[in-house]
């Protein structure tokens, strides 16, 4: 008698709901190549290209607004392909991008596609740029929308994934606590090769790298002494908006 086997568990998914081509690489770069180097999948939802608001080398050179854009995106899929990611673009426009039915639908649909089991976002605050807490508030939106049976939309309804909020470029101004600190040693060169896709933004390379340095300090601390982590530790920092679910404490 012979049994068949058993169909393989689909793999775990990692959603990135991002405002702009550069953000998902500076702020979760690590988190998104570790989940990648686990065999999981990941997609990135780049709402926009960041033409308007963070491409201010391109347009000293005297690009124009659809050259910007394919350079953008350009950067963008070349950093996503690093790091071990599909990427997905929306091209909602940014500087102001805006919370409309239509947008928030279209990330529904593609909660539903992607049945992600962690969701990576923005925080709610940041006085510096109207674009990232816009992108906050659709993709929680979408996240509950994609919950409900009766929402229309195309593919099966989500469960509850838990979010983190990626560390923004000004966090002592946002609101933002390093709640979670993440441990990227193992991909760090990974995600410093997928920051130097991104030539749009050179200026943010050392930034981004130092302050993977800082938070790493942070985690040997809270760490302890007995782990072995090595002397240089890079990590990523993150927040929880939602309860975490445990059956114990650890």
């Given amino acids: 008698m012979t049994h068949g086997k058993a169909p393989a568990a689909a793999p775990r998914s990692t959603l990135v709901v991002t405002a702009h081509a550069g953000d998902f690489v500076w702020r979760a770069g690590g988190a998104i190549a570790l989940a990648a180097s686990r065999g999981e999948k990941v997609t990135i939802a780049c709402l926009t290209f ?18 910007i854009k394919a350079v953008r995106r350009a950067e963008a899929e070349k950093a996503a392909a690093t790091l071990g990611a599909g990427v997905r673009f929306f091209d909602a426009g940014d500087y102001p991008l ?6 928030t639908d279209r990330l529904v649909e593609l909660y539903r596609a992607t049945q992600p089991d962690v969701v990576l976002t923005h925080p709610v ?3 510096y740029n109207g674009d990232h807490p816009a992108a906050n508030r659709m993709a ?15 593919g099966e309804i989500i469960g509850a994934p838990p979010v983190f909020y990626f560390e923004p470029h000004q966090p002592e101004m946002s609101g933002f606590r390093p709640e979670v600190l993440l441990d ?44 072995g982590l090595p ?8 927040m929880r908006p939602y309860p975490q679910i445990a059956k114990e404490l650890a």
């Avoid at 960041?50 to 050259?67: D, H, I, Q, T, V």
């Avoid at 050179?202 to 790298?209: A, V």
Wanted: glycine share 8%; hydrophobic share 35%; proline share 4%.
């Fill in 125 to 127: 605050e940041d006085p």
């Fill in 184 to 227: 990227i040693t193992e991909v760090w060169d990974t995600k410093r090769e997928a920051m130097e896709c991104l030539g749009a933004q050179q200026h943010l390379w050392d930034y981004y790298t130092d302050l993977a340095v800082r938070r790493g300090v942070q985690l040997k601390r809270n760490a302890g002494p007995n782990l």
């Fill in 231 to 238: 002397h240089r530790t890079m990590a990523e920092a993150f």
């Fill in 50 to 67: 960041g033409e308007r608001g963070e491409s201010a080398k391109a347009w000293r050179e005297g690009k124009k607004l659809a050259e």
């Fill in 98 to 103: 805006l919370v409309t039915p239509e947008l």
């Fill in 140 to 154: 929680l939106e979408a996240r509950v929308l994609a919950q409900a049976i009766g929402y229309p939309g195309e």
